[in-house]
Structures are given as structure tokens and as C-alpha cells.
T-cell receptor, first 114, second 111 residues
Framework: GDSVTQTEGPVTVSESESLIINCTYS????????LFWYVRYPGEGLQLLLK?????QKGSSRGFEATYNKETTSFHLQKASVQESDSAVYYCALGEGNTGKLIFGLGTTLQVQP | AQTIHQWPVAEIKAVGSPLSLGCTIKGKSSPNLYWYWQATGGTLQQLFYSITVGQVESVVQLNLSASRPKDDQFILSTEKLLLSHSGFYLC??????????FGAGTRLSVL
């Protein structure tokens, strides 16, 4: 079946440092899955951070970027300079067709130190 | 704007007791609705989905059931809880493609 593997956390970085959270996927049921990053801030629900549906394209939101790389089956999340408010749990996910079924990674807890 | 409300926020229940979790979506007619579940230390997985009132598809068999009694309401339930039902339950909606918008979730502890 389809699967998503992402950086194990917790990941701790200092404010203004750069960040990369790795995400690789295996999609056997669909050739070009949609790829997502979701985020859960402390005390809040799971919310969409960014989405890319076309291989080779880059998505961006709130200073975060991720590029859909079909050759390496990767969708790494990057930010050039993190802030303390970025502390959260980040989930990489792939979408299987149009059934609303998302395959999630285990989540990566990011702690940004002031 | 669409809003999604889940209730209760948290539950502590005994093994063998019944359970009912609810979800309401406002501001969107005929949404696709979903239940997801995350066991402690596990990943989020889809349990059920519904594309219309009265129709629910089961994705994972966990001795749970779901119903959609109204266009804007999705209910998750069981008559007898198991320890393995503990975890975090999320309701979500989509406008018809696979971008999902989640509620705040219900944390369930079965003792």
C-alpha cells in the first residue's frame, strides 16, 4: 500500500536558523498523488499548510516551501529562518484519488528555541 | 466561511461503555465528510467517509460505526468501547477533492 515516511522528531532548532523536515512517499495505487503538509499548533486543530498537485511544482505558505519531486519521491518541507511561533507538529501526507483518503506520516514535532 | 465543530473535546470512558462523537459543518452544503483516528504514537488513518446523507463507507474495521443523519452532521459511535479505541478522533470535510479541512478533534481515553 501507499506510505509516507518523514523525519523523526522532535526536531529542535534555534530561532532564525534554517529548517528542513524530510518527507518521502511510496505511491503504488496512484501514479501522481497530491502531496500535502499539514500542521498542528499547540492547542489547535490540524490545518493545511500547503499542497502541491503537480510533479515538479513548488508550494509555499507562511515562509515554508516544499517541492514535489517525483524522481526522488520526496516532498521535503523547508524554511530559511524559523520563528518561535513555528513550533508545532508537522505532517506530510499524500492523497489517494478523490476519496478524501490521505495517507499521513507519523508527524514531526518541531521545537524552536528563542 | 465554513466552520467545523466537533464534540466533545475530550472523553474518558470505561471499557464496554457506549460512545458517540459528533461533528457539524456550517457554511457548506453537501460536503464530503470523513472520520480520521490517531492512536497514541501512531499515524492518522481514515475510518469512514460520506459523500451524501445516509451513505457512509467504512475504510478500516475497528468495531466502530458512523452515520450521517443530516447533510451537515457526521456521527461516530460504538456500543462497546475497547481499550484499543483510545486516541484522537478528527472529523474533516472536503469540497469534493482530496484537500481536507479538519476539526479540532476529540481526545478519547478508554480505561
Amino acid at each position: 500500500g501507499d506510505s509516507v515516511t518523514q523525519t523523526e522528531g522532535p526536531v529542535t532548532v534555534s530561532e532564525s536558523e534554517s529548517l528542513i523536515i524530510n518527507c518521502t512517499y511510496s505511491a503504488t495505487s496512484i501514479a501522481y498523488p497530491n502531496l500535502f503538509w499539514y500542521v498542528r499548533y499547540p492547542g489547535e486543530g490540524l490545518q493545511l499548510l500547503l499542497k502541491v498537485i503537480t510533479a515538479g511544482q513548488k508550494g509555499s505558505s507562511r515562509g515554508f516551501e516544499a517541492t514535489y519531486n517525483k524522481e526522488t519521491t520526496s516532498f521535503h518541507l523547508q524554511k530559511a529562518s524559523v520563528q518561535e511561533s513555528d513550533s508545532a507538529v508537522y505532517y506530510c501526507a499524500l492523497g489517494e484519488g478523490n476519496t478524501g483518503k490521505l495517507i499521513f506520516g507519523l508527524g514531526t514535532t518541531l521545537q524552536v528555541q528563542p | 466561511a465554513q466552520t467545523i465543530h466537533q464534540w466533545p473535546v475530550a472523553e474518558i470512558k470505561a471499557v464496554g461503555s457506549p460512545l458517540s462523537l459528533g461533528c457539524t459543518i456550517k457554511g457548506k452544503s453537501s460536503p464530503n465528510l470523513y472520520w480520521y483516528w490517531q492512536a497514541t504514537g501512531g499515524t492518522l488513518q481514515q475510518l469512514f467517509y460520506s459523500i451524501t446523507v445516509g451513505q457512509v463507507e467504512s475504510v478500516v474495521q475497528l468495531n466502530l460505526s458512523a452515520s450521517r443523519p443530516k447533510d451537515d452532521q457526521f456521527i461516530l459511535s460504538t456500543e462497546k468501547l475497547l481499550l484499543s479505541h483510545s486516541g484522537f478522533y478528527l472529523c474533516a470535510w472536503s469540497p469534493g477533492e482530496n484537500t481536507l479541512y479538519f476539526g479540532a478533534g476529540t481526545r478519547l481515553s478508554v480505561l
